[in-house]
T-cell receptor
Framework: GAGVSQSPRYKVAKRGQDVALRCDPISGHVSLFWYQQALGQGPEFLTYFQNEAQLDKSGLPSDRFFAERPEGSVSTLKIQRTQQEDSAVYLC????????????FGPGTRLLVL | KNEVEQSPQNLTAQEGEFITINCSYSVGISALHWLQQHPGGGIVSLFMLSSGKKKHGRLIATINIQEKHSSLHITASHPRDSAVYICAAQRGAQKLVFGQGTRLTINP
């Protein structure tokens, strides 16, 4: 029951294919975050959940991106009709409660869209 | 202009040197985070601070709220410190705005 886990670790998709990325947060962590990190850049915020509620999705780049956390634990980030510009590392992080808490990051899913 | 700027972008030093990485931010924050990212992607939180100074082993982080500036220092640097160091400004509840990272290489 260690840290945040993500699967798959690597995903190669053909342009136009749909993908689903999974995040298992640390048990009991209320907050869950998704970030996108392009090569050579810092991560960028995508969306934030508190339990099952998606409180902020302002960072999702288009309506092809969709995230859910239906039971307040595992989360899935889905990308529909993938494009080459979606190639990045997708990072998930979780934290215990709402404010000023350390975020614990997963290893990321490296997505390559051909 | 990015909301969070780091300098330098790349830093190479010899083992034992004192390292300083700087972070400036242009937005109001509730906290400032320093993170370490090793090759392969894993990110580890080093510090979260909202004022003053924190120390953990050979790592020291400082923040000046008035000047909107933070620094990360590494004393007696070692090759295992080689990584990307990322500064992130916490806005609101927990949303983080990241700098672009500083790639640190410590040569033996």
């Amino acid at each position: 029951g260690a840290g945040v886990s993500q699967s798959p670790r690597y995903k190669v998709a053909k342009r136009g294919q749909d993908v689903a990325l999974r995040c298992d947060p640390i048990s009991g962590h209320v907050s869950l975050f998704w970030y996108q990190q392009a090569l050579g850049q810092g991560p960028e915020f995508l969306t934030y959940f508190q339990n099952e509620a998606q409180l902020d999705k302002s960072g999702l780049p288009s309506d092809r991106f969709f995230a859910e956390r239906p039971e307040g634990s595992v989360s899935t980030l889905k990308i529909q009709r993938t494009q080459q510009e979606d190639s990045a590392v997708y990072l998930c992080a979780s934290s215990l409660v709402r404010r000023q808490e350390t975020q614990y990051f997963g290893p990321g899913t490296r997505l390559l869209v051909l | 202009k990015n909301e969070v700027e780091q300098s330098p972008q790349n830093l190479t030093a010899q083992e034992g040197e004192f390292i300083t990485i700087n972070c400036s931010y242009s937005v109001g924050i509730s906290a400032l985070h320093w993170l370490q990212q090793h090759p392969g992607g894993g990110i580890v939180s080093l510090f979260m601070l909202s004022s003053g100074k924190k120390k953990h082993g050979r790592l020291i982080a400082t923040i000046n709220i008035q000047e909107k500036h933070s620094s990360l220092h590494i004393t007696a640097s070692h090759p295992r410190d080689s990584a990307v160091y990322i500064c992130a400004a916490q806005r609101g509840a927990q949303k983080l705005v990241f700098g672009q990272g500083t790639r640190l290489t410590i040569n033996p």
